[in-house]
C-alpha cells in the first residue's frame, strides 16, 4: 500500500490489493475519467428566428441551476460573452434526458437530440455532424419547439491512450461507459483506443451494467473493476468488484471505492494492477518459504533422525531457524519497494 501511494493510488485495505490481481475488464465512466471534464461550448446553431445570445442566455439560465459538466460549459460561456442569466423558477433536472425551467414565464428545455424529437427536433442531419466529431449536442426548447443546438466537447486526458494502451497488454479488456448517444460515444472511444462500448447509459443503469459484465465474468474467476468520479458513479463503484475512483472527483465516490487516484491520472490504474498482480506473487513465495522451513524441521524436532543419525534439533537451532524463517519473508516482501510500475 505504500508503494502504491508513492505512485498515487490510494489502496484501502488488503482485499482490493488481492481483487486488482483477478481483475479482467475495466469499466471507464468517460467524462472526468477518459476525458478532463474540461467542457466548453464550440458551436452554437439557431433552428428558429432565435439569435445565438438568445439560444444561450435561456440555455445558461436553466443551466445555471445545474452541477452537470455539460451544462456549467454552456453557463461559462454565457459568461465569458457577459450575457445576462435569467434566474430560473420551478427548475428540474431530469435524470440522463436534460433540464427544465421556467424563465419569464416560459418553459426552457435544454436537453438531448433524442428526447428533443418531441419538441420536433429534425435537423438531425447537423446533430449527427456534430455527433461524428466526438461533440456533444444540447438542444434547446422554448414553450416546446426547438430554436437552437448547442455542441459541446470535451478534451481527452493526455495520458488515456497510453493507461488504455497498456492494460490492453496485461491481458485486461477496457469498456467505455458513458450517456452519449453511441456515434458521439465511438468517436471518443476511437481516439482512446477502446473498441468496447457502452453507450446511452442513464446514470441510474451504471450499477446494473457493471453487474451484467461482472455475471458473465465470476464463473471464470475473473474480475470487473468500475473506475469514476461523480456522484452518480457512487453506486456502480459500491457494486463493482473493485470501484476505483479518481481523486478530484466527488466525496461520496471517493467514499465508495476501494481504491483512490489521488492525481486523478488513470495511468496509475495499470500501476495499482502490476503492484498487486507482484504482491500476490510475493505472497505465494513466502508462503511457501515459510512453509518449506517447518515441513522440513518439524520432524527433524519430532526425533525422526535420532534413530538414524542421532541428530536432535536443539532448542536454540529451532529459534534460530524461526528467526530466519521471518527475515526471508520480510527480505523477501521488501522487494516491492523497488518494482518498476
Known amino acids: 500500500t505504500g508503494k502504491g501511494a508513492e505512485k498515487g493510488s490510494l489502496i484501502k485495505d488488503a482485499t482490493a490489493i488481492e481483487q486488482l490481481n483477478k481483475v479482467r475488464s475495466v469499466i471507464l465512466d468517460k467524462t472526468g475519467t477518459v476525458t478532463k471534464g474540461e467542457v466548453e461550448v464550440t458551436e452554437v446553431v439557431s433552428l428558429s428566428r432565435a439569435r445565438e445570445k438568445r439560444i444561450v442566455e435561456l440555455a445558461a439560465g436553466v443551466e445555471s441551476h445545474s452541477e452537470h459538466p455539460l451544462g456549467q460549459a454552456v453557463v461559462k460561456y454565457a459568461k465569458r460573452k457577459k450575457w445576462r442569466l435569467d434566474k430560473p423558477e420551478k427548475f428540474e433536472a431530469m435524470t440522463g434526458v436534460g433540464v427544465r425551467a421556467i424563465i419569464n414565464g416560459d418553459e426552457v428545455v435544454v436537453s438531448s437530440p433524442v428526447y428533443a424529437k418531441r419538441f420536433g427536433l429534425k435537423e438531425m442531419s447537423r446533430v449527427e455532424e456534430f455527433q461524428s466529431q466526438g461533440k456533444t449536442v444540447l438542444v434547446v426548447s422554448l414553450n416546446r419547439r426547438v430554436i437552437g443546438l448547442i455542441a459541446v466537447a470535451d478534451t481527452l486526458k493526455d495520458d488515456s491512450r497510453d493507461a488504455v494502451k497498456q492494460m490492453m497488454e496485461m491481458g485486461v479488456e477496457v469498456y467505455m461507459l458513458t450517456g452519449d448517444n453511441p ?7 476511437e481516439e482512446v483506443g477502446i473498441d468496447r462500448v457502452m453507450a446511452e447509459v442513464r446514470p441510474e443503469d451504471k450499477a446494473a451494467k457493471g453487474r451484467e459484465l461482472q455475471s458473465e465474468l465470476h464463473g471464470q474467476g475473473k474480475l470487473v473493476a468500475m473506475v469514476g468520479d ?48 507482484e504482491t500476490l506473487k510475493v505472497i505465494k513465495q513466502n508462503l511457501f518459504w515459510a512453509f518449506g ?6 520432524p527433524v524436532a519430532m526425533g525422526v533422525l535420532y534413530p538414524i543419525w542421532g541428530v536432535v534439533l536443539n532448542p536454540m537451532l529451532a529459534s534460530a531457524a524461526m528467526a530466519l524463517s521471518s527475515v526471508s519473508v520480510v527480505g523477501n516482501a521488501l522487494r516491492l519497494k523497488k518494482v518498476q510500475l
Open 183 to 189: 456515434r458521439t460515444a465511438k468517436s471518443i472511444a
Open 230 to 277: 461523480g456522484i452518480n458513479d457512487a453506486p456502480a463503484l459500491a457494486a463493482a468488484d473493485v470501484g476505483i475512483a479518481m481523486g478530484a472527483g466527488t466525496d461520496i465516490a471517493m467514499e465508495s471505492a476501494s481504491v483512490v487516484l489521488m492525481n486523478s491520472n488513470i495511468e496509475s490504474i495499470p500501476r495499482a494492477i502490476k503492484l498487486s498482480r
Open 293 to 298: 522451513y517447518n515441513v522440513v524441521l518439524i
